[in-house]
């Protein structure tokens, strides 16, 4: 069975730094390539990383690209999220999943980005 469990979300202002974990279980997690994914209130769960399972292949929407970073560890099964430069904008729950089957997605992470 799947199991993946987010943490580090918290409240930051704007211009700051966060760094989200997931830590996996249950799957081959360094086969699996990897998304993470975010939900603001009233609205859709949109995907703000890939990375593919060697960590070699990333992606991100303009949203978030340079500001973004995602990387993980396969020795520990661990995936991350380095976020900077924040903006009220990416304040939402935030989720990691197997890449396009976000039914996978743990219980997430809650990030608030606000003065």
């Known amino acids: 069975e799947v199991q993946l469990v987010e943490s580090g979300g918290g409240s930051v202002q704007p211009g700051g730094s966060l760094r989200l974990s997931c830590a996996a279980s249950g799957f081959a997690f360094s086969s699996a390539t990897m998304d993470w994914l975010r939900q603001a209130p009233g609205k859709g769960l949109e995907r703000v990383s890939l990375?593919?399972?060697?960590?070699?292949?990333?992606y991100y929407p303009s949203s978030v690209k340079g500001r973004f970073t995602a990387s993980r560890d396969n020795a520990k099964n661990t995936l991350y999220l380095q976020m900077n430069m924040l903006k009220p904008e990416d304040s939402a729950v935030y989720y990691c999943?197997?890449?396009?089957?976000?039914?996978?997605r743990g219980q997430g992470t809650q990030v608030t980005v606000s003065a």
């Open positions: 999943a197997v890449s396009g089957d976000w039914g996978t």
């Open positions: 990375i593919n399972s060697g960590g070699g292949y990333t």
